[in-house]
């Protein structure tokens, strides 16, 4: 199966997984709000992101194992794949030990982080997060078997498996949620299931890739591990620099704020993030089909494939960002009340820093896939350190919206400094035709944002269903007619829309 075919079926099945995921979320939340509370949301959303901030402990191996595989799955050397299998089994149950004991170890300092949960006593607290971390912890003993799939460019058995997973589970907490309306037997409920799921999985994992299940003594000598740990070197710094951009705002928030805001703003995180899993699905599937194409494609050919792709991202993530700012706020109104609105403010930067990290989705996934990770370790580091220091400061000031500043001056680090390190390792070409196209394409989103905004805001000053539905329409058709009027002479346009032509005759004639 080639590599187009592949990303066709990751996402196509990826579609569908999130789609029942996306109803899911939204009766789970719905009913979780109804008889728990913004309190138990924000504390829902902070441990999240709180064990999020432990996964540092990973330090880049997955990344680095998988880009390793790579190139022994395209050669199918059956003796290298079982030593990184070997090594990548020892180094995450290692990972996993490490996690709990630092997670064990944040147990005393609840009480400083979770501000405002007035209803939960610190016992409450420290039993809830102890489940937080059993299903952190337990999940290492399984991932490390993703990664010959990720190789072999079959995501999608990895969703399907997730999909099932998630429909069972949510089900059965939505049930258990209205029968006895408790939250520990809500989280009880999830690790038990998640337990079991990764039991099964793995062992359907071992039939389906039966070198997983292979026992074998065979080990990466020293200087096999070398290229590795030079990449985990990188990423190291990569890692922490997510961790501290990605999974600290809550943690923020919650400190300066109170828990009850995270709760608020996590019923916009969902809408955001359940609308933009579609949209990572259609990224991520062709993530590993980069790390084929690196190994056996010309550079050309590698920013053909990637200027495509960046239009593409710029079309999708503008088109949905925009539709974020116009129709969030109206939908949580009709879905639970004006009282779980945020400031308008914080929600603008917030749908700016979406878009400039879906922006960068294309450019990350390139990167990724080309290795040698310690090029651009720094500006990661930069941007990390820029994140922490100005959000801190400016929520001590400002507020919410102080903490999202903070997180859009750190994003800005790394969109502008890091293609002037690492463009011309990826393409053998200057950086300056990727920030000319990157400008093009964010003075093309605030317009068509602009535009789209003057003419729903009459629809919806008195805010009906009609008008709701109205304005929908509106915000459908008017971005991308203006995208298609300004970039359909584009190259990147004409090249885009001839390999979906193509796409489309081959599975017509059954190829």
């Known amino acids: 199966m080639t590599r187009t075919k592949l990303a066709i079926k990751n996402t196509a099945v990826g579609i569908l997984s999130k789609a029942t995921a996306l109803i899911l979320g939204f009766v789970s939340r719905t009913v979780f709000i109804h008889f728990l509370g913004n309190e138990y949301l924000g504390v829902n959303g902070l441990y999240t992101e709180v064990l999020s901030i432990l996964s540092f402990a990973e330090l880049g191996f997955g990344t680095a194992?998988?880009?390793?595989?790579?190139?022994?799955?395209a050669q199918n050397d059956t003796d290298t794949i079982l030593k990184l299998i070997n090594y990548y089994k020892k180094i995450y149950r290692l990972i996993a030990c490490i996690v709990a004991g630092l997670g064990l170890s944040i147990l005393p300092f609840l009480q400083h982080v979770v501000k405002g949960a007035d209803l939960l006593t610190l016992h409450d607290l420290r039993l809830y997060y102890i489940i937080f971390l059993f299903n952190t912890v337990t999940s290492y003993f399984v991932t490390y078997k993703y990664s010959i799939v990720n190789a072999h460019?079959?995501?999608?058995?990895?969703?399907?498996?997730?999909?099932?997973?998630?429909?069972?589970?949510?089900?059965?907490?939505?049930?258990?949620?209205?029968?006895?309306?408790?939250?520990?037997?809500?989280?009880?409920?999830?690790?038990?299931?998640?337990?079991?799921?990764?039991?099964?999985?793995?062992?359907?994992?071992?039939?389906?890739?039966?070198?997983?299940?292979?026992?074998?003594?065979?080990?990466?000598?020293?200087?096999?591990?070398?290229?590795?740990?030079?990449?985990?070197k990188g990423l190291i710094v990569h890692q922490f620099a997510s961790v501290a951009v990605h999974s600290t705002d809550n943690i923020i928030i919650s400190s300066f704020c109170g828990v009850i805001v995270v709760g608020l703003i996590s019923n916009y995180t969902l809408l955001i993030n359940s609308v933009l899993a579609f949209v990572v699905i259609l990224f991520n599937s062709v993530t590993s089909g980069f790390g084929n194409m690196v190994a056996s494609s010309s550079t050309e050919n590698y920013r053909k494939t990637f200027l495509e792709l960046n239009f593409l991202n710029f079309w999708i993530y503008g088109f949905c960002c925009i539709a974020f700012f116009i129709l969030i706020p109206p939908f949580i109104t009709f879905w639970i009340g004006k009282e779980n609105l945020i400031d308008t403010a914080s929600f603008l930067l917030i749908i700016i820093n979406c878009y400039?990290?879906?922006?960068?989705?294309?450019?990350?996934?390139?990167?990724?896939?080309?290795?040698?990770?310690?090029?651009?370790?720094?500006?990661?580091?930069?941007?990390?350190?820029?994140?922490?220091?100005?959000?801190?400061?400016c929520a001590k000031t400002f507020g919410l919206i102080g903490v999202y500043m903070g997180t859009i001056v750190s994003r800005m680090v790394f969109v502008i400094w890091r293609p002037r390190s690492t463009y011309r390792f990826l393409f053998e070409r200057s950086c300056l035709e990727y920030y000319i196209r990157l400008a093009v394409y964010f003075v093309a989103v605030v317009c068509a944002g602009g535009i789209t905004y003057l003419c729903t805001q009459p629809i919806l000053k008195q805010l009906t269903f009609g008008g709701f539905l109205l304005s929908c329409g509106a915000v459908a058709l008017l971005p991308n007619l203006l995208f298609l009027i300004v970039f359909h002479r584009t190259k990147e346009f004409r090249d885009l829309l001839h390999r979906v032509k193509s796409i489309v005759t081959e599975r017509r004639n059954g190829e």
Do not use: H
Not at 65 to 73: D, I, N, Q, R, S
Not at 175 to 191: A, N, R
């Open 65 to 73: 194992l998988t880009y390793a595989m790579y190139k022994p799955v």
């Open 153 to 232: 460019q079959k995501n999608y058995i990895i969703t399907n498996m997730e999909m099932i997973v998630q429909f069972v589970t949510s089900s059965i907490q939505i049930i258990f949620l209205v029968v006895f309306k408790s939250f520990l037997i809500y989280l009880l409920t999830q690790s038990i299931l998640l337990l079991c799921s990764r039991f099964f999985i793995s062992r359907y994992l071992n039939k389906r890739f039966p070198i997983l299940a292979q026992k074998s003594n065979l080990v990466l000598s020293n200087q096999e591990k070398a290229p590795i740990i030079q990449n985990v």
């Open 356 to 393: 400039l990290v879906g922006q960068s989705t294309a450019y990350n996934n390139t990167r990724i896939a080309k290795g040698d990770f310690s090029r651009d370790k720094w500006i990661a580091f930069s941007q990390a350190v820029v994140n922490l220091i100005v959000s801190i400061i």
